[in-house]
């Protein structure tokens, strides 16, 4: 769904197994083959907010499936919380691409720095560490 603006607002992704009367069946997504997808991202700094633009891209000729990205603290490996993701648990068909926002507060990393982790059902999982005291722009 877009707004009057031409911005996507709300978007759904279904995986149909079988008809209605039958049960579901989604051992066919155990046969989907490992995405490496494009990633690089962007990122700003105000106050103690960490802004992160991620943007991902499937150049594989495959279904990307339910893609989780997740910020995590770069030594322990805990999940940085609270957190606010734009879109989590999406799907890439090939050759489509997304941005997704989140937003953190840096006070919550401790004296660790945040690592960018994609991951997903058939995805090859990524790990980025982003330096939240310097302004970048990286591209993998």
């Known amino acids: 769904?877009?707004?009057?603006?031409?911005?996507?607002i709300s978007s759904n992704f279904y995986w149909l197994s079988t008809?209605?009367?039958?049960?579901?069946?989604?051992?066919d997504l155990d046969n989907l083959p490992e995405v490496d997808l494009d990633i690089s991202y962007s990122k700003e700094k105000n106050?103690?907010?960490?802004?992160?633009?991620v943007d991902?891209?499937?150049?594989s000729s495959d279904l990307a499936f339910a893609i989780n990205p997740k910020i995590k603290k770069s030594v322990s490996?805990?999940?940085?919380?609270?957190i606010y993701w734009q879109d989590n648990y999406f799907s890439l068909l090939p050759g489509q691409k997304q941005r997704v926002k989140v937003e953190f507060d840096v006070k919550d990393l401790g004296t660790e720095e945040p690592s960018l982790v994609i991951d997903g059902w058939n995805i090859k999982t990524e790990k980025i560490t982003i330096s939240t005291?310097?302004?970048?722009?990286?591209?993998?």
Request: with cysteine; proline share 10%; charged share 25%.
């Open 56 to 59: 991902l891209k499937n150049p």
């Open 77 to 82: 490996g805990d999940l940085v919380l609270p």
């Open 47 to 53: 106050g103690d907010t960490c802004t992160v633009y």
């Open 19 to 27: 008809g209605p009367d039958a049960s579901a069946d989604f051992s």
């Open 133 to 140: 005291r310097l302004p970048a722009v990286k591209a993998l």
């Open 1 to 8: 769904m877009k707004d009057k603006s031409d911005n996507l």
